[in-house]
């Protein structure tokens, strides 16, 4: 335990440790201890004569929180994550970081129990009490997130992007957002979920060494993780075809965006985020963000002939010029509102903006006209004239075809 917090450390604060680190980093090995850490745990709250849950459960902890900080640091803070910073670096294969990464959200999936369950009995018993005890812990959900938010954040042509459109990662993110806004829940009630060795036990010598560094840890940091995440699953299904032989209905494909529940269920959490952590920047940057990357999906390259991103980016402005210049375009909002199908082919795209990002909606309009009326940032701000201008010629298309 005590050669592993070093190690979180030391290629926290330095780089030529953390580089020195990257060539001899097997995942995989780290990844097979973690998991029999909780088997073991599971043996040892099963004996009769076992130790206090919370010591057994600390010992999880220090493995799950290490895998996640080394993985997080040695692969993702490199200069070129997955390729290695320096010559002295011999880079890990992208494959075989890519599909050591499908596994750790595999395993995270299975023993922190983020899925539904299926039977509640199972919930006081060692996996169950176990799983519990690691997701109230805001350092386990907040290197969790930020693992999703840094392999979704990837370019959408690395080999990340395998990662992202997986089961294991959707299951990740969706259990992460039902961990967090339950926290946030239980916080607002004045009773905060308890984490770990948080404080000094009576009658200690000194803290607990994994107490350590809890300052550092923000339930702000965690939502702000999580709302990246939504805009790019979101960007990432506007942008990378799906296999000829993927299902539709897979989460990540652009034509299951609009009824996602992922989506729509991020509603009722955002707008108390908003309140909560309003003095949080970061936190409204993203949301604005979020909502702008959806209000833009008519630059979606996702039509029959499979048009890049950088073909959609110069189609998008002709289109939109086109349509300012002749009075009698469909949809004629001026420059800079989303095109009409006819000049843009036959892209088959969400109703995004008559439903969930509909500008009506009540918490869609009220936060932007306080970003509007409140932000000074110009980015913030023309993201949000971004965002009104298209939603505005959505409602207005929408209206001219009732």
Known sequence: HFCRAILCESVSISRSVCVGVFPDLDCVDVLENVINSFEEAYDKLDQEDADEPDLIAAEVLNHLVGMMHILLTVIFRQKNPGKGDDVRAKAIPPTYATKAMLKVFETLHRYLRLGPSSNPQEENQAPGIIARKMTNDIRVLFYMTALLREVCAAPVDSPWIEVVRSEAFFGVLEGSISVATARLHKVKQGKPPRNLYEVQAAGAARPSPIAGHLEDFDLALIFEHLV?????????????????????????????????????????????????????????????????????????????????????????????????DDPAAEGEVGAGRPATAAGRGSAVVPNFAHGTFCLLEPHILHFLIEVLETVDDPCTLSLACLAVSNLAGYEQQRRMTQ
Not at 239 to 261: T, Y
Not at 298 to 320: F, K
């Open 228 to 324: 990246v995440c939504l805009r790019h699953t979101l960007v990432q299904a506007m942008f990378v075809a799906p296999a000829p032989d993927e299902l539709q209905s897979n989460p990540w494909v652009w034509s299951a965006q609009e009824k996602h529940a992922l989506h729509k269920n991020a509603f009722t959490w955002l707008p108390d985020i908003l309140v909560r952590f309003r003095s949080t920047l970061a936190i409204k940057m993203e949301v604005i963000r979020y909502i702008t990357a959806a209000a833009t999906y008519y630059i979606a390259p996702q039509t029959p002939s499979q048009s890049s991103p950088q073909d959609a980016d110069e189609a998008a402005p002709a289109a939109t010029t086109d349509a300012a």
